[in-house]
T-cell receptor, first 116, second 112 residues
Framework: EPEVTQTPSHQVTQMGQEVILRCVPI?????FYWYRQILGQKVEFLVS????????KSEIFDDQFSVERPDGSNFTLKIRSTKLEDSAMYFC??????????????FGEGSRLTVL | EDQVTQSPEALRLQEGESSSLNCSYT??????LFWYRQDPGKGPEFLFT???AGEEKEKERLKATLTKKESFLHITAPKPEDSATYLC?????????????FGRGTSLIVHP
């Protein structure tokens, strides 16, 4: 069964360092997402990506964050200068539905980021 | 502002004790309501999509229903392996798109 894969599963970094989280979405999917979940809190939308550009982003997704799809298969989230409050589980998700309405999302297992 | 509220926050059941989880929502024009299951340290796993009031979906011991203001996830004769956090999400309008927006979830523990 096709699945979304994420690496690394856990990353520990020092405050101020750059972090890149990687995702390989399901191959024939068109829409890609990053969500995050701070421990004990709800799953929060960060950004959506379609046709090689950001389609929507939340208030959380400020200038410290960026996404790209460098090679047609990988989908990355970069945090330029990490802060303590960036510590969270980051989930990549993809959807196979076209059009304005995203449907069922397939999530990866997540990358746990710990900022010290 | 679009909102998704789930209740209860936590629920403990004995094996075989049926119950229901609630998801109430306020969105302008529902474009889909989703139920997901999340195991500890894992990503959400899709269960159901509901689009219109009166719609029902079933999968094993789970049945999801939808009204104009809320959705219920009914769990019939649960087993310990049903223990997980159940998340409700609705399509919330964001710019020119509709983005799945999650509630806080209901943490379900089923005791043998």
């Amino acid at each position: 069964e096709p699945e979304v894969t994420q690496t690394p599963s856990h990353q520990v970094t020092q405050m101020g360092q750059e972090v890149i989280l990687r995702c390989v979405p399901i191959s024939n999917h068109l829409y890609f997402y990053w969500y995050r979940q701070i421990l004990g809190q709800k799953v929060e939308f960060l950004v959506s990506f379609y046709n090689n550009e950001i389609s929507e982003k939340s208030e959380i997704f400020d200038d410290q964050f960026s996404v790209e799809r460098p090679d047609g298969s990988n989908f990355t989230l970069k945090i330029r200068s990490t802060k303590l409050e960036d510590s969270a589980m980051y989930f990549c998700a993809s959807s196979g539905l076209a059009g304005l309405v995203a449907g069922e999302l397939f999530f990866g297992e997540g990358s746990r980021l710990t900022v010290l | 502002e679009d909102q998704v509220t789930q209740s209860p926050e936590a629920l403990r059941l004995q094996e075989g004790e049926s119950s229901s989880l609630n998801c109430s929502y306020t969105v302008s024009g529902l474009r889909g309501l989703f139920w997901y299951r999340q195991d500890p340290g894992k990503g959400p796993e899709f269960l159901f999509t509901l689009y219109s009031a009166g719609e029902e979906k079933e999968k094993e011991r789970l049945k999801a229903t939808l009204t104009k203001k809320e959705s219920f996830l009914h769990i019939t004769a649960p087993k310990p392996e049903d223990s997980a956090t159940y998340l409700c999400a609705v399509q919330a309008r964001r710019g020119g798109s509709y983005i799945p927006t999650f509630g806080r979830g209901t943490s379900l523990i089923v005791h043998p």
